[in-house]
C-alpha cells in the first residue's frame, strides 16, 4: 500500500488522520523513485497478478504522479484504488486509464449523514460513482458499506445499498467501525 498526503474529507473516525495532519512527517517521491522502491517485487507481482494499492488520504488527488507511474509500470503490475471519489470528475475519468480496481469508500448515501460524518456533501461521490460504473462498470467497483456507530443505523446502511444497486453496483463490502472510548 502507497498512502498519499492529503483528504478532502475529514471522517470522524479517521483511521488515517496523518493523512492530513499539519505536522505528519511526507517523504515526497517521484514516480520513478516509487518505482525503483517497489520492483524488487516485480517477479513476485508478475508471477501471482499482484501490484500495487493506493490510498492515503486521498490518492485521486494525484492524478498526474499516477499517470506516469501506470506509464512505467504498464499492466504488467495490477493496480488498485482506494478513494472516497470525493475529487473533481476530471480526475476520475483520468483514473479510470491508470488503474485495475477501484474501492469505494461511499460511508453513507445519506445527505445528511454524510456531511455530518466526512464535513462535506455526498453528491460529488455520488456523481462520480455513476460516472465510474459507467466507464469501467461494475466488476471493477467495490463498494464500502460500514455501519459506523452514532453517525448511521442498520436502516440507513440498507437504504444505501438499495440506492446504490439501483445505480448498478453489484460489489459490496459490509462491516462494521469498532469505535473505542
Ligand atoms: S476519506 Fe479516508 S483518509 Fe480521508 S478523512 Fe475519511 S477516513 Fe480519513
Known amino acids: 500500500m502507497v498512502g498519499f498526503y492529503g483528504c478532502p474529507l475529514r471522517c ?3 483511521l488515517n488522520p496523518h493523512s492530513f495532519a499539519p505536522d505528519t512527517k ?3 517521491l517521484t514516480p520513478t523513485e516509487l518505482y525503483e522502491r517497489l520492483k524488487c517485487d516485480d517477479l513476485y507481482f508478475v508471477a501471482t497478478g499482484g501490484g500495487v494499492s493506493f490510498g492515503g488520504g486521498e490518492p485521486l488527488l494525484n492524478i498526474d504522479f499516477l499517470e506516469e507511474f501506470k506509464g512505467i509500470v504498464g499492466d ?3 493496480i488498485l484504488a482506494e478513494t ?3 475529487v473533481e470528475k476530471e480526475a476520475v475519468k483520468r483514473a479510470v486509464k491508470v488503474f485495475d480496481e477501484f474501492v469505494v469508500d461511499i460511508k453513507d448515501t445519506d445527505p445528511e449523514i454524510y456531511l455530518s460524518y466526512t464535513g462535506k456533501r455526498v453528491d460529488r461521490a455520488l456523481n462520480n460513482l455513476k460516472m465510474l460504473l459507467s466507464l469501467v462498470g461494475s466488476d471493477k467497483v467495490l463498494v464500502r458499506l460500514p455501519l459506523i456507530p452514532h453517525y448511521n443505523t442498520e436502516e440507513s446502511r440498507q437504504k444505501s445499498e ?3 444497486r439501483e ?3 453489484t460489489r459490496f463490502d ?3 467501525y469498532i469505535v473505542r472510548a
Open 26 to 28: 511526507t517523504e515526497e
Open 12 to 14: 470522524k473516525y479517521c
Open 174 to 176: 459490509r462491516f462494521e
Open 84 to 86: 472516497s471519489l470525493s
Open 76 to 78: 504488467r503490475w495490477r
Open 167 to 169: 445505480m448498478g453496483v
Open 162 to 164: 438499495a440506492l446504490l
